[in-house]
């Protein structure tokens, strides 16, 4: 992050007497360039607090690379009003990734989760999952000091009790959905900027800061986590490539080699160990039930896959795969297409466009797994139209996905809103929109950020 790199560098040059009287090429000393650092950090803090956080969202190994900006500034600012700004946007950071850790894991969507065999399949390429363990004690041993892992180690910031006790209390946590507004698409004027080094503009990235494009679903339960981001279907050049490179939506376990989820093999015959494109999918989801489809106007991917290890015991029935790991039940239902399995871990389908119908369950929801595989049967699928329309059995809620057309998906007749009243809503965290203020609150415990 080149904010913070600037930011320290006149810094140092400004107490430096061999530096601290120079002009630099504009005429300014360090200390009035530090001082307008110091200015566009405490606004890039306020506005990324108040819009939902970074566009990297929950990114495996790019938002810690941002992240530890923050604690630069937490730790050296002489600025008391930046330094209260960086502990508040590390507050709010660890709360939002607090409520998604299961067994030491990050559950919900992520952007840029590269794969392959150095990418996040099952959990443990994740260097902000490796960041939290320093902290929280769970999931897997960071492998390796990297540069994030020191700005962690070498500061004094501690998440609050109430942030620990979200991440380490799955089951006084309970099942709840958080929902919450994300940036990610870039002001229409500037989705077309030439990518290239002899550009002015080459580097930046020019968000629409009244309208992400992205609501951020997680549905949270103590035995899984189920993910996504919505969005529209909307001109592929509008999306912030840092934002729309390598999304990742799907269900994660106890078991952090465990997951299910669904993505395609980058470039057309290319194999699954290839690593990056851009615009994969689009979904729709409520609670524990994903619709997932790959994008018709993307170029960069090819096959759909769907990521299925052999910790779990499969079956398939009437079309529908069933998987069970412990007390946690999935069931994975690709629609009007066939699939053959490439591997131990991945399947394959015969059309690439064939939406997939993900359902996850446990013993504490559904009783046993007979039961959860009768519900999953009983409910209603028809896919033979520009929709797709799914009832879902176990409580009649209905989902219209538009697999033909660029419509926006629906739930009982309502249009997903990508554009709520907040920036984050969960049990455990409140704010409007803008997010000025922040409320958290678990276990009798609160705590106000304001930004």
């Not at 200015?39 to 939902?52: D, P, S, T």
């Not at 997680?218 to 529209?232: A, E, K, L």
């Not at 996905?401 to 709520?420: H, K, L, M």
């Amino acid at each position: 992050m080149r904010l913070a790199t600037v930011w320290a560098a006149t810094w140092i040059l400004s107490r430096d007497p061999r530096y601290q009287d120079r002009q630099l090429a504009d005429g300014a000393t360090p200390a009035a360039h530090h001082h307008a650092w110091n200015l566009f950090a405490k606004a890039w803090i306020r506005e990324h607090g108040q819009r939902g956080l970074l566009v990297e969202v929950a990114a495996p190994g790019y938002s810690a690379d941002t992240l530890q900006c923050l604690y630069q500034f937490r730790d050296l600012a002489r600025d008391p009003e930046l330094r209260r700004l960086a502990e508040n946007f590390l507050h709010l950071w660890w709360a939002d990734n607090a409520m998604e850790l299961l067994g030491g894991s990050r559950g919900g969507s992520k952007a840029r989760a590269d794969r392959g065999p150095t990418g996040d399949w099952n959990g443990h390429a994740d260097v902000c999952s490796m960041m939290a363990w320093y902290y929280f004690g769970e999931g897997g041993r960071p492998r390796g000091t990297l540069a994030p892992h020191l700005a962690l180690l070498t500061s004094d910031y501690r998440p609050p009790r109430l942030l620990a006790a979200l991440a380490l209390e799955p089951e006084r946590r309970g099942s709840f959905a958080y929902v919450s507004r994300r940036p990610g698409m870039t002001m229409p004027d500037k989705s077309h900027v030439p990518r290239t080094g002899d550009t002015p503009d080459y580097g930046n990235t020019w968000l629409d800061r009244d309208f992400g494009g992205i609501l951020r679903y997680t549905y949270v339960t103590p035995d899984y986590i189920v993910g996504s981001s919505m969005v529209p279907n909307v001109d592929i050049n509008r999306w912030a490539k840092i934002s729309d490179q390598n999304r990742w939506s799907g269900i994660i376990f106890r078991d952090p080699e465990a997951r299910i989820f669904a993505q395609c093999r980058v470039g057309k015959g290319a194999d699954t160990d290839d690593r990056r494109g851009a615009s994969e999918h689009w979904t729709l989801q409520d609670q524990g039930t994903l619709i997932w489809q790959k994008l018709r106007e993307t170029k960069d991917y090819g096959a759909t896959t769907i990521y299925l290890p052999p910790q779990f015991a499969v079956s398939v029935e009437d079309g529908v795969i069933f998987a069970r790991l412990d007390s946690a039940f999935a069931a994975i239902r690709p629609v009007g297409s066939k699939w053959t399995r490439q591997d131990p871990r991945w399947l394959v389908l015969a059309d690439e466009f064939a939406p997939i119908i993900f359902e996850a369950g446990s013993v504490r929801e559904h009783g046993t797994f007979e039961q959860f595989k009768a519900g999953v049967l009983q409910s209603r699928v028809d896919g033979s139209g520009e929709a797709l329309h799914y009832v879902r059995n176990r409580d009649g809620r209905r989902f219209t996905f538009y697999q033909g057309s660029n419509r926006t998906g629906e739930i009982d007749g309502v249009p997903i809103d990508f554009a709520p009243p907040f920036a984050y809503r969960s049990p455990f965290i409140q704010s409007g929109w803008p997010a000025e203020k922040v409320d958290l609150s678990f276990d009798g415990e609160t705590m106000r950020l304001e930004f």
